[in-house]
């Protein structure tokens, strides 16, 4: 389990997770990057779900986003398409949040391309508690969507067993 959580304001998007990596009831690894650049550090993805499968998905996904390089829309709608239909694919468990300069995206192996209002996603076991944090500190504060990634992180971190505060932030935009 993990937690994966995305803020945008206006121009400038901050993609965060934490670094557990659990088995059944055991915790196998504090310390793992499920935040990946790729595109040229053009577009950020983070992971949750069965490591493995997370990262057939990050292959697949940058693939796509070669193919059409300028819309990263399409690239995860195609994605999509695959992941629901490839008979391989449709049994991977995995989700993902993707984001590039202008967009914020969750994808799903029931074919979700998702798009929030607000600009605030969350997956993973703590993904709850992580976006009712985020949201709170974007009502209540007025911080960089980095800082509002990690302190939602951090507060799911003491909330949910499966999410530790070994935080990975990656930015775009200035």
Not at 23 to 47: C, P, T, Y
Not at 154 to 162: F, L, N
Request: charged share 25%.
């Amino acid at each position: 389990m993990t937690t994966i959580l995305t803020v945008r304001d206006g121009n400038r998007v901050a993609l965060g997770g934490d670094g557990q990596v659990t088995l059944g009831n055991s915790v196998m690894k504090a310390d793992a990057h499920k935040i990946r650049k790729v595109l040229d550090g053009k577009v950020i993805i983070g992971f949750a779900g069965a490591t493995a499968d997370a990262f057939a998905l990050l292959e697949r996904f940058e693939s796509k986003l070669k193919d059409y390089p300028a819309n990263m829309l399409k690239a995860a709608t195609e994605l999509a398409k695959d992941w629901r239909t490839d008979r391989a694919l449709r049994r991977l468990e995995a989700m993902m949040i993707v984001v590039d300069a202008n967009t914020t995206l969750l994808l799903s192996g029931t074919g979700d391309v998702i798009q929030p209002s607000d600009g605030i996603l969350a997956i993973g076991s703590g993904g709850n508690y992580a976006m009712a944090a985020a949201r709170a500190l974007v009502t209540h504060a007025s911080l960089e969507p980095e800082k509002i990634v990690r302190e939602s992180l951090r507060i799911a971190a003491e909330i949910d067993i499966y999410t530790n505060g070994n935080i990975d932030v990656e930015t775009l935009g200035t």
